[in-house]
């Protein structure tokens, strides 16, 4: 979230406690949304764990999250790799097509 002049405060519940955070108005919707999603990730370790308290709960939600946005950014990585990868391949047989081709008409 950014903090800009026009950051008005706004309550989020998360866990069932109320937190107060300034947001600019553009943003609200993401940090309800956000303040959604960890709630319910918060709650998911909680109901399927044997972690005791808000704290350790909030961590293992933030390693979670964070694991998978790793996981996530290295998929991506990965695809763009296999992609220029195949564009490199795809423009050298297309060279090797044409160039075959000038020598065909001299």
């Known amino acids: 979230m950014?903090?800009?002049t026009d950051a008005k405060p706004i309550t989020v519940k998360i866990l069932d406690k109320d937190y107060r955070i300034s947001c600019p108005e553009e943003e609200r919707d993401g940090l309800i949304a956000s303040a959604e999603y960890l709630s319910a990730r918060m709650r998911e370790i909680r109901d399927n764990s044997k972690i005791?308290?808000?704290?350790?709960i909030a961590v293992m939600a933030a390693l979670n999250l964070a694991h998978e946005l790793l996981e996530k950014q290295n998929r991506k990585q990965d695809y763009y790799q296999n992609i220029s990868t195949r564009i490199r391949s795809l423009q050298e047989k297309i060279e090797l097509a044409l160039n075959k081709g000038n020598q065909l008409e001299l």
Do not use: V
């Not at 005791?52 to 350790?56: A, E, L, M, Q």
């Open 2 to 4: 950014s903090q800009g």
């Open 52 to 56: 005791i308290g808000t704290d350790r």
